[in-house]
């Protein structure tokens, strides 16, 4: 088993915040692997697009994704190289792939036409 990396009570803590909530850490799960695009967390979320945004905030101030823009696009990914990123990738191995919201959230992933 990895060793995580030592770090402060207070970057744990904010790790945890960020993924405390059940949408950003079902999104961290998702772009685990996959650059998902805003408009693609609409549509799999089916919430607005401010409440995503809302949601990418977060999870991009607490540094645990990456954002890319294409255009007038953000595309979003794990921060591979956040000082969180060994903790996150340790609790996002404790989600089934067979997770019932996940399934169903991969199920509407799709390219989609904004991007």
């Known amino acids: ?10 970057d744990v803590t904010a790790c945890l915040k ?3 909530d059940p949408t950003r850490l ?6 685990e692997t996959n650059e998902l695009c805003v408009c693609q967390f609409v549509e799999m ?8 945004s809302q949601h990418l905030r977060k999870l991009k101030q607490a540094g645990l994704v990456k954002e890319n823009r294409k255009g007038q696009w953000r595309f979003y990914s794990l921060n591979q190289d956040s000082v969180h990123a060994p903790l996150l990738q340790n609790i996002l191995s ?3 792939e067979a997770d019932p919201q996940l399934l169903a959230l991969r ?8 991007c």
């Open 1 to 10: 088993m990895e060793t995580l990396a030592k770090t402060t009570a207070a």
């Open 18 to 20: 960020a993924v405390s």
């Open 26 to 31: 079902l999104m961290m799960k998702l772009v």
């Open 45 to 52: 979320f089916g919430m607005s697009q401010p409440a995503i």
């Open 94 to 96: 404790h989600i089934e």
């Open 107 to 114: 199920a509407k992933e799709a390219p989609v036409d904004c």
